[in-house]
């Protein structure tokens, strides 16, 4: 080959990775949120069959006494009290309270710091394993995708979880990040909780639960379908 046509080939194959490497890029994402989309509707299921059988949703005494919605992933996230219920103020939990009590105590050899009250199966006193989740592997055990020796769910960006449960049982959830008004300007799929004139926006469920996506950040002041919160994950849309 001459230099000319060695020098047309190398351009040929540049022209070619430029095109092939953003449909890689994007392949790999869309394979993350399906995965995401996956765990969430895993975690749903194994909470409703939970409360078939308990009459309850999974939670721990602290968090029931609270008599109102909870959200799970306050703490080991690095978002703290943004996206707590401020009713629930005075006790946070990450996931691992309720991956404790729907793997049926099983934790995996792992030593957890949850309260009390979901240790030796006393939440799940028939010990069935509702869910079973993959758990994280190699040096980031305890911040890769999957359950880490920590006992918290993360998405496949390796961000916990967040599972907010409709605990007043009233038929409708919330969460601090997701009922705020500019959030729901449009993209958010929820409404309003007691009809046009209510402020409050809301869930008509019993459990939501969402992942912060690729770039792991929101801001409520923000609408659903801006940045940074269109790659946020939710599992009721």
């Known amino acids: 080959m001459t230099l000319i046509e060695l ?5 040929i194959i540049g022209v070619l ?8 890029a994007g392949a790999k994402k869309k394979a993350r949120e399906t995965q995401a989309r996956k765990d969430m509707a895993d975690i749903k299921g194994a909470i409703s069959v939970y409360q078939q059988d308990y009459n309850r949703l999974p939670a721990s005494t ?9 959200t799970y992933g306050t703490t080991g996230t690095g978002y703290g009290t943004n996206i707590i219920n401020s009713t629930a103020a005075t006790y946070q939990a990450n996931n691992s309270e309720l991956m404790v009590i ?9 030593t957890l710091p949850i309260d009390p009250s979901v240790q030796n199966n006393m939440r ?23 359950m880490g020796t ?32 500019a ?11 007691g009809g046009a004139g209510s402020s409050t926006y809301a869930l008509k469920d019993s459990v939501m639960i969402f992942s912060f996506g690729q770039d792991g950040f929101f801001d ?18």
């Open 62 to 70: 602290p968090v029931t006494t609270a008599a109102n919605d909870f």
């Open 102 to 110: 729907l793997n049926g105590g099983s934790t995996n050899g792992m």
């Open 7 to 11: 020098l047309v080939v190398i351009s």
């Open 150 to 181: 920590d006992g918290v769910m993360r998405d496949p960006w390796s961000n916990p979880y967040i599972v907010a449960l409709d605990l007043n049982y009233d038929g409708w959830v919330s969460n601090s990040v997701y009922n705020a008004s």
């Open 17 to 24: 990775a430029g095109l092939l490497l953003p449909a890689l």
């Open 124 to 146: 799940n006193p028939r010990k069935t394993g509702y869910y079973s989740p993959k758990l994280a592997t190699g040096s980031s055990a305890t911040a890769g995708a999957g």
């Open 183 to 193: 959030m729901n300007a449009s993209g958010s799929a929820l409404v309003r909780q």
């Open 220 to 237: 409520k002041t923000l609408a659903a379908d801006a940045v940074p919160n269109k790659d946020n994950v939710v599992s009721w849309k």
